[in-house]
């Protein structure tokens, strides 16, 4: 079965400073690798995805993330954060196009002025 | 596109009622859904995957007789929390998948908070 541990369940960062957000996961498979964003009392918005295409992926708002196997990681970047990140972000596992998402505890971000 | 909905977006009931939740896929066709539910600041946990024409998948602890869920078509999913008590209070999510994207990508709604006084 697969899983996600995201490390840091609340990250705090300058405005302006680089973003990091960890994500490790575990499948047999190939996973389907996805990074999700939360603002309050709203769904899920997701910003990128990774399907066994190219291992750097580019999503939404500025954000990247790079697929690492040897490493299990799907770690979430942005070189410049803006006070409109502030949110909670979600990294989430599959294995397969059948099988439902299977989420991390959620990496809380705060921006700081 | 692949826009989902949920209706209600807030309900307060009083404890032994039972609540209807309603999501729609608005611009794709869904023969699956999932029924999320996400308590305050904690993550989201799969209650169950629904399927069109067929009887709800449910994950161990979730009590079929109490969530009912029902998926009659191929873009509505209802979840009726039966009998609701306060410990059922929470932020309920669904999301579906467009098959024709050929992606397991799930489409979240946008939630709906159930307050049970």
């Known amino acids: 079965a697969q899983s996600v541990t995201q490390l840091g369940s609340h990250v705090s960062v300058s405005e302006g400073a680089l973003v990091l957000l960890r994500c490790n996961y575990s499948s047999s498979v190939p996973p389907y690798l996805f990074w999700y964003v939360q603002y309050p009392n709203q769904g899920l918005q997701l910003l990128l995805k990774y399907t066994s295409a190219a291992t750097l992926v580019k999503g939404i708002n500025g954000f990247e993330a790079e697929f690492k196997k040897s490493e299990t990681s799907f770690h979430l970047t942005k070189p410049s954060a803006h006070m409109s990140d502030a949110a909670e972000y979600f990294c989430a596992v599959s294995d397969s196009r059948n099988t439902p998402l299977v989420f991390g505890k959620g990496t809380r971000l705060s921006v700081i002025a | 596109g692949a826009v989902v909905s949920q209706h209600p977006s807030r309900v307060i009931c009083k404890s032994g009622t039972s609540v209807k939740i309603e999501c729609r896929s608005l611009d794709f066709q869904a023969t699956t859904m999932f029924w999320y539910r996400q308590f305050p600041k904690q993550s989201l946990m799969l209650m169950a995957t629904s399927n069109e024409g067929s009887k709800a998948t449910y994950e161990q602890g979730v009590e079929k007789d109490k969530f009912l869920i029902n998926h009659a078509s191929l873009t509505l999913s209802t979840l009726t929390v039966t009998s609701a008590h306060p410990e059922d209070s929470s932020f309920y999510i669904c999301?579906?998948?467009?098959?024709?994207?050929?992606?397991?990508?799930?489409?979240f709604g946008p939630g709906t908070r159930l307050t049970v006084l």
């Open positions: 999301s579906a998948r467009d098959l024709d994207r050929g992606s397991n990508e799930q489409f």
